[in-house]
């Protein structure tokens, strides 16, 4: 029944639009291994593992499996061959059941009654593989726990003796993280091939037998996991050592800026996201909101700056009252706001690059006279921006859909900087880009801070809170599970309060 | 007064007969994530097409598999411009709509107001046909009347109990997800469209060789367009889509009904398309996430490479 | 093995624009020329007469800036429309309203009030026939998430029905012999031509003037800025504080009332009384729609592209009748350059290359 004893890839290259995202890249993976593929964003993984999987032809270079060359035109070719993949975004039809999207990817359904023909077929796998699910449900009433699940069942149902699983803990509370790894150590037993895509050192220590480093395109190294430990892994990954702590600045807390009382908010389905929460932000404070995304952060911040409305409670902005006002007045009352999907809420992406460097402030005096713009102002205004904030760009009378997203992300942590918020609100800023553009961004949130104003700044990414953060709270399903400062007795149970296991 | 309730509901089954048929097609290809617009002109086509090859040949049934194959050939242009060439939507079946009225008011210039001669018996089905009531209304129907019933149940069937329907719905869903288990969405679309198509060209054969039975300029007279709105009405589903046909065959009816009341005809003639807007507005007040629509409706996909 | 490969272009030029826009229309009257031909006619000849007969004489060019100028009106209301995402196909209803709501003054007022009030009176209560009209079906989209697509078309035919009902009905005239139509506006409400041709300079005026006006809005100000950016991205007009529902009736208030005010200027200055709905506008509200997108949505530009389809609408007239070509004959034109047009948009989009499949 085993078609793969061995696979290896051998000098992959790929370039887009002339930048090369692989370059002559080779690696392999034999019987009952779990290869970790280790890297920053951007580092070239996912790509490489798409090539793999058939979604990209490689400009040079091939595969081979057991030895002999494999032509992978698609995805149908790999799945075909024994290999399956599980994609960071989960490639699940979230309005159809569960056994509908098996059906889909299913590679042997019937054409007639496929839902209830193969329904036993894949208990007697669910079983074996103890991925419990319910199989009528639809997709987006499930967890993403759940979701990843029903993707594993998919792959394996199709006979994949590779699995290959991008950034599979990403959106995993540390409860399913658990499970996730016994499920893989059991596929392991089975003698399946596991290749673990991550930018997570304790993961890839904790579940790989061996890990093949890249960055910028290209490998850097492999290792034993046994042989080596995280700190040569990060030296590898990085290029340096890794900064773990920036050195900032002891500073005292000044007035309250935010003042959050009691707020509940509904989710779009009508649901309670965020429960009864109170917390207040001061002047010369980074205050993060740590936790697995999906448990309220969202709604929290866009009730805190006018997108969404509050069922009750009260916000104010150094005192003033700015409860379910428009985004507008609240904006004018002090609050600037990155938001989580900058491409969905930040810009509009077909107008120019000067055009959306004035987004929400087009209509404050200085850029506009009764009803014209002024937009000689604008444009100066925006080379600023990027100039002083390093955006990539030919021109600023580019659409802004030409750039890449950590020049996109640079130009709305500029725009929302620029007027000196009292507050920034800022949702997860870091989100996919580069090392050195996160470092960047990193170092003008604790300008703000150093500056006198607060911050607001939702994460997912612990390292990123702990560096920069004054105050941490802890979100699990609408409700803060505790708040700790770095050097807590509690920072060490971090991972437990995001699980809910932990309420201080 | 009986009598006349069957009449008016017979009449009501035919009138709606159109609408089911386009409203299927359509369902079909929205749920591929093709918005096609131009079905008013795919109509006009195939009501154009089916009168013409009719009265040449005297075969009416050529008429409607001419019609059928005008239809699909003329809805690959949506096809390609959505499809292949990633094109606004909107305005590709708007430009669709145009050309197949132009057209049919081309071809069919030579045949205003010519009378058919050849009749499309209604088939009666035996022993149904003599129940009282019901018999006369369901079962003593032109031939299109089944087909169409036939064609909504096939439709459902396709959509909820085959693979080929899965991949249709996952399609209009999710198009990177679904091309990644191997389904090549573009073909799927272009099937989906041309199919669309050819459901509206036996709506449109309907109108010309079995409903007035003659060939006039701007006969679908907007059934188009009401079968997008039923389209959502039935929320995209075509079991749904025949109930919801044949209230608005009731509609259309209704308007000669109260005609000798005193209302002006041309007032009554607003009905339909009021009673449209007014249905539309009933429907939104529901549950949004109930609504069902097909979540990447209208929105080009483009395959590949980042 | 050849293989078709596409790229996205990063930037596009005008002079690309040009060629781009250039060649489609030339593609698609290929295109209608083989058409034609099909129809039995000479397509050299017919597509040479359309020309001719809409350029090559003074009194053709004078016909199509008479078709123009509905066209520009509606085609630069539609430009704004269109860029914020809203697909007014509606236009046709609009015009037709703000005819009516034109003639209802000029009928009841056009005895008592002198010509300088009566015609502006005339078009305000155009431009607010057609600024209802547009606006409904923003409200229904805004409140009830109403395609407006449906909606608007849904009303085009709820107004030409309306218009039926007026000249059959209450408003039939009593000097028209029992035909439909209201009986002729008075003197003081007909608009003046330019001596020789049907060209009611009034409207004409208020056309180019629009159509600048309106591309001054667009590109300079904070209401262009944010029709814009809603057009866009609605999620980043709500996250930048702009009013949506606002914004999306002040759109529709001007892309309506244009429409509105062309039906005013059909029936004041060309058939001087309310006639059967398809007299008043043959198809503009439809054509508008390509004139819009020929423009590439930039008002100005209309005026160019608004002449150029009027052209091709007195043109189509022309062979018409000199080739016994049916009427529908100008809506295959018009379908058929509607469908080049998104084919070259496609073109001026994507690079493409045919390139040898690599075989390995």
Redesign the interface.
């Given at each position: 029944m085993k078609q793969i004893e061995t696979l290896e890839m051998v000098e992959i290259s790929k370039s887009f639009?002339g930048v090369y995202a692989n370059r002559n890249l080779s690696l392999n993976v034999g019987s009952g291994e779990i290869l970790g593929l280790l890297g920053e964003n951007g580092a070239g993984k996912t790509t490489l593992m798409n090539i793999l999987y058939g979604l990209y032809q490689p400009d040079s270079g091939s595969i081979l499996i057991n030895g002999e060359k494999a032509e992978i035109q698609s995805p149908i070719d790999s799945i075909s061959k024994g290999i399956g993949m599980v994609h960071q975004h989960f490639m699940l039809i979230q309005n159809h059941s569960v056994i509908e999207n098996i059906a889909l990817g299913y590679k042997d359904t019937p054409f007639f009654f496929p839902k209830l023909s193969i329904r036993q077929k894949v208990r007697e796998f669910a079983e074996k593989f103890r991925l419990d699910i319910d199989l009528s449900k639809r997709v987006w009433e499930l967890s993403a726990g759940e979701q990843q699940r029903v993707e594993i069942i998919n792959a394996l149902l199709n006979g994949a003796d590779v699995l290959i699983l991008d950034e599979p803990t990403s959106v995993l509370t540390p409860q399913e993280i658990r499970e996730l790894f016994m499920i893989l150590n059991d596929m392991k037993k089975h003698g399946h091939m596991i290749i673990f895509i991550s930018h997570k050192l304790d993961e890839v220590m904790e579940i790989c037998d061996r890990v093949t480093v890249l960055r910028k395109g290209e490998i850097i190294g492999s290792a034993d996991t046994r042989k080596t430990d995280k700190k040569a892994l990060a030296r590898m990954m990085v290029g340096k050592d890794v900064i773990f702590n920036i050195k900032k600045e002891k500073l005292n807390r000044g007035n309250p800026v935010l003042n959050v009382d009691h707020i509940r908010v509904l989710d779009d389905k009508g649901k309670v996201a965020v429960k009864d929460i109170s917390f207040a932000v001061h002047e010369y404070e980074i205050f993060g909101v740590a936790g697995v995304a999906g448990n309220g952060q969202r709604e929290l911040a866009e009730a805190i700056?006018?997108?969404r409305q509050a069922a009750s409670g009260k916000i104010s902005i150094k005192g003033a009252d700015i409860t379910n006002l428009?985004?507008?007045?609240?904006?004018d009352s002090g609050v600037s706001?990155i938001?989580e999907e900058r491409i969905?809420?930040?810009?509009?992406?077909?107008?120019f690059l000067y055009?959306n460097a004035i987004?929400?402030q087009?209509?404050l005096k200085k850029y506009?006279r009764r009803?014209?713009?002024h937009?000689k102002r604008i444009k100066q205004h925006s080379m600023e921006l990027v100039d002083n904030f390093n955006v990539f760009t030919s021109s600023i009378n580019?659409e802004i859909r030409?750039l890449s997203g950590g020049n996109i992300q640079k130009l709305i942590l500029g725009r929302e900087i620029s007027e000196d918020p009292p507050l920034l609100v800022a949702s997860h800023p870091t989100y996919g880009l580069d090392v050195g553009a996160t470092q960047y961004l990193r170092e003008r949130l604790l300008d703000r801070r150093r500056l006198g104003g607060s911050v607001l700044l939702f994460s997912e990414d612990l390292d990123e809170i702990f560096e920069v953060c004054d105050r941490v709270a802890v979100i699990f399903e609408g409700e803060f599970t505790g708040i700790i400062e770095p050097g807590d007795e509690h920072t060490g149970d971090i991972g437990m309060m995001m699980a809910g296991s932990l309420r201080i | 007064m009986e009598d006349i309730i069957a009449s008016v509901l017979q009449r009501t089954m035919i009138a709606g007969t159109p609408l089911l048929l386009a409203t299927v097609g359509e369902v079909i290809c929205e749920r591929s994530g093709i918005l096609n617009?131009g079905i008013e002109?795919v109509m006009s086509v195939g009501a154009v097409v089916a009168f013409i090859v009719t009265i040449v040949t005297g075969q009416p049934w050529l008429g409607v598999a001419a019609a059928l194959c005008a239809g699909m050939l003329i809805s690959v242009?949506h096809a390609f411009?959505s499809v292949t060439?990633?094109?606004?939507q909107?305005?590709?079946g708007?430009?669709?709509?145009?050309?197949?009225?132009?057209?049919?008011?081309?071809l069919g210039?030579p045949y205003i107001g010519k009378p058919l001669d050849i009749k499309m018996e209604a088939l009666s089905i035996p022993f149904l046909s003599d129940i009282p009531f019901a018999g006369q209304i369901l079962f003593r129907q032109s031939p299109f009347f089944y087909l169409a019933i036939f064609l909504a149940l096939a439709a459902w069937f396709l959509l909820e109990r085959t693979l080929l329907g899965i991949k249709i719905k996952s399609t209009g869903e999710n198009p990177s997800a679904t091309e990644t288990h191997g389904v090549n969405v573009y073909a799927i679309r272009y099937m989906s469209v041309i199919i669309g198509g050819g459901f509206s060209a036996l709506a449109g054969a309907h109108l010309s060789i079995s409903y007035s039975r003659s060939w006039i300029?701007g006969m679908t007279a907007?059934r188009g367009?009401i079968a997008?709105?039923l389209t959502?009405f039935a929320l995209w589903n075509p079991g749904r889509a025949i109930w919801a046909s044949f209230l608005f065959g009731g509609i259309f009816v209704l308007q000669y009904l109260l005609q000798p009341l005193g209302i002006?005809p041309?007032?009554l003639?607003?009905f339909p398309?009021?009673a449209?807007?007014v249905i539309?507005?009933l429907i939104?007040?529901k549950d949004?996430r109930k609504l069902n629509a097909p979540a990447k409706l209208a929105e080009p996909y483009k395959r590949g490479e980042r | 093995m050849y293989r078709i490969k596409t790229?996205d272009r990063?930037?596009i030029t005008r002079t690309r624009t040009l060629v781009t826009n250039l060649f489609t229309l030339a593609a698609g009257i290929v295109m209608i020329g083989i058409?034609l031909m099909f129809?039995g006619a000479n397509p050299f000849y017919a597509i040479s007469e359309i020309f001719t007969g809409s350029f090559g004489s003074m009194y053709g060019i004078g016909e199509t800036i008479t078709k123009a100028i509905p066209l520009i009106l509606i085609g630069a209301g539609l430009t704004l429309a269109f860029r914020a995402k809203f697909?007014n196909?509606g236009a046709e209803g609009q015009l037709l309203m703000g005819a009516v709501l034109g003639t209802w003054v000029g009928l009841n007022f056009g005895d008592t009030l002198p010509g300088y009030i009566l015609v502006p009176l005339m078009f305000g209560a155009g431009f607010a026939g057609g600024a209802i009209c547009g606006v409904i079906p923003a409200i229904?989209k805004i409140k009830?998430?109403?395609?407006e697509?449906?909606?608007t078309?849904?009303?085009n035919?709820?107004c030409a029905?309306?218009i039926?009902?007026l000249i059959?009905?209450p408003w039939k005239g009593s000097s028209r012999f029992g035909f439909p139509g209201t009986d002729s506006l008075p003197e003081a409400a007909v608009l003046g031509v330019i001596p020789g041709t049907r060209i009611h300079w009034a409207t004409l005026v208020f056309a180019v003037v629009f159509a600048v006006f309106l591309t001054v809005v667009i590109s300079?100000?904070?209401?262009g800025?944010?029709a814009?950016?809603v057009g866009?991205?609605p999620?980043?007009?709500?996250?930048?504080?702009?009013?949506f529902t606002g914004t999306m009736i002040s759109i529709m208030i001007i892309s309506g009332g244009a429409a509105g005010l062309a039906g005013v200027g059909e029936v004041a200055g060309i058939h001087h009384h309310l006639g059967h709905p398809g007299a008043v506008s043959s198809g503009y509200g439809?054509t508008a729609?390509i004139v819009a997108?020929l423009a590439k949505l930039n008002p100005v530009l209309t005026i160019v592209s608004g002449i150029f389809l009027a052209g091709i609408l007195v043109g189509s007239d022309a062979i018409q009748i000199s080739l016994g070509?049916?009427?529908?004959?100008?809506?295959?034109?018009?379908?058929?350059l509607?469908?080049f047009l998104?084919?070259g948009?496609?073109f001026l989009k994507h690079k493409i290359r045919i390139t040898k499949w690599k075989t390995s």
């Open positions: 639009q700056t006018g997108i428009s985004p507008r007045k609240i904006y706001h938001p969905k809420f930040g810009i509009a992406p077909g107008l055009d987004l929400k087009h209509h506009s009803s014209f713009l937009y580019t030409n | 617009l002109g242009i411009a060439l990633q094109a606004n909107v305005v590709s708007l430009a669709l709509t145009m050309l197949g009225l132009g057209l049919s008011g081309m210039k300029e907007g367009w997008i709105a959502i002006s041309n007032l003639s607003m398309y009021a449209t807007l539309l507005v939104s007040l949004p | 790229t990063a930037a058409i129809c697909w196909i229904l009830y998430s109403i395609n697509v449906i909606s078309l849904m009303l035919y709820i029905e309306f039926t009902f059959v009905g300079k100000t904070r209401f800025y944010e814009r950016v866009e991205n999620d980043a007009g709500k996250y930048a504080g702009i009013n439809f729609i997108w070509l049916p009427a529908a004959t100008v809506q295959v034109v018009n379908g058929t509607l469908i998104i084919m948009d496609f």
